[in-house]
């Protein structure tokens, strides 16, 4: 769905006015608070708009400091399909209709600008469900659903889908310890492949290792998560 620009302007001044005035060693936290509530959109619509998104939409009413120095939001254009909106938006809309745990794409923006262009993707907020990262710092890890987590991966790489960006922040659990995969941006549909899959699990551990002790990741947490990997490989 398309939004107008005047609407779209709006929501986000609307999601984004605590963290406008934050001082710049506070806005990290700040935009992680505003990705996991729920906003209502100009359609009247629950949603959800990740970290990224926010950080993107930040910058462009904050100039110079943290937010310009943390993402340049710019990028060449090559055409409306090659676009990373339009990309993610097609990723997402396939996984969901194949009844994959991601969030519901809901609408796409995408604004060119000289040879270049800005773009937003928003998605539909997912009821009850707070990220990997804060509950490793809220909860008994041993308690988390490590398993559950490594079997939610597998099947992302068995269908060959690649995050790439995969970390405890794009990692969400409902209050049914339900697993779901957030920001699909760079994503993309391969074949399924060792190196590739290998190379995003490290990826994600080494986001784990920012929360918890390597000696605990790797002594618990972690072989609870490979056991759930590989149950769902030969199952």
């Known amino acids: 769905m398309r939004l107008s620009l005047p609407a779209l302007a709006a929501f986000r001044h609307r999601v984004i006015a605590e963290a406008i005035e934050t001082r710049e060693e506070q806005v990290s936290q700040i935009l992680e608070r505003i990705a996991l509530r729920s906003h209502t959109d100009a359609q009247g619509r629950q949603v959800h708009v990740g970290v990224r998104t926010l950080w993107r939409w930040l910058s462009r009413y904050r100039r110079g400091g943290l ?3 943390f993402l340049d939001d710019y ?7 090659r676009t990373r909106p339009w990309r993610e ?3 997402l809309d396939y996984l969901y209709k194949e009844g994959f745990p991601v969030p519901r794409p809901v609408a796409a923006y ?3 600008s000289g040879i270049g262009y800005r773009g937003d993707l928003i998605t539909e907020l997912i009821p009850d469900a707070h990220s990997l990262a804060s ?3 809220d909860s008994r890890i041993e308690l988390l659903p490590w398993q559950a987590i490594g079997a939610c991966i597998r099947r992302f790489h068995d269908a ?7 970390n405890a922040h794009n990692i969400l659990l409902d209050n049914r310890n339900k697993i779901y995969l957030l920001d699909f941006d760079r994503g993309e549909r391969r074949t399924p492949g060792v190196l590739w899959q290998e190379a995003n699990l490290g990826r994600l551990l080494r ?3 920012k929360f918890i002790a390597q000696s605990v990741i790797e002594s618990t ?3 609870e998560f490979l056991q759930g990997y590989q149950v769902s490989k030969d199952s």
């Not at 060959?160 to 995969?166: E, K, S, T, V």
């Open 89 to 91: 938006w097609r990723l």
């Open 110 to 112: 995408v604004s060119r």
């Open 67 to 69: 937010v310009a120095r």
């Open 221 to 223: 947490a972690w072989n």
């Open 135 to 137: 509950a490793l710092a």
């Open 75 to 81: 990028y060449l254009w090559t055409g409306l399909e």
């Open 207 to 209: 986001s784990l290792r």
């Open 160 to 166: 060959g889908i690649y995050h790439a960006d995969l």
